[in-house]
């Protein structure tokens, strides 16, 4: 079992940047696939970043070059820096852990962009 808490959302005008943070329990965090995603108002949850246990990242399309994804094997945390928002990036943003058929959710947090 392993429990995800994420922090770091809030609101900021277009433009701006927020970094968001998933802090992880267990002690086998390294071994996790991690990932954020996020879910709009009246839109299907969508994935915006992934780092595999090795280090590789994949990012979705609408955000490649603004948003960067990292971990810290260390601090069982995984981050994901967002740059040159936009109004449409406003979105609850949620956590993920994934190591074979497993995969858990945070209850994500709060990124609301003004324009």
Do not use: H
Not at 66 to 85: C, E, H, P
Request: aromatic share 10%; net charge positive; glycine share 14%.
């Amino acid at each position: 079992q392993v429990q995800l808490v994420e922090s770091g959302g809030g609101l900021v005008q277009a433009g701006g940047s927020l970094r968001l943070s998933c802090a992880a329990s267990g002690s086998i965090f390294s071994m996790y696939a991690m990932a954020w995603y996020r879910q709009g108002p009246g839109k299907q949850r969508e994935l915006v970043a992934a780092v595999t246990s090795g280090g590789r990242t994949n990012y979705g399309d609408s955000v490649k070059g603004r948003f960067g994804i990292s971990r810290d094997n260390a601090k069982n945390t995984v981050y994901l820096q967002m740059n040159s928002l936009k109004p449409e990036d406003t979105a609850v943003y949620y956590c993920n852990a994934k190591l074979t058929t497993y995969s858990y959710w945070g209850q994500g947090t709060q990124v609301t962009v003004s324009s």
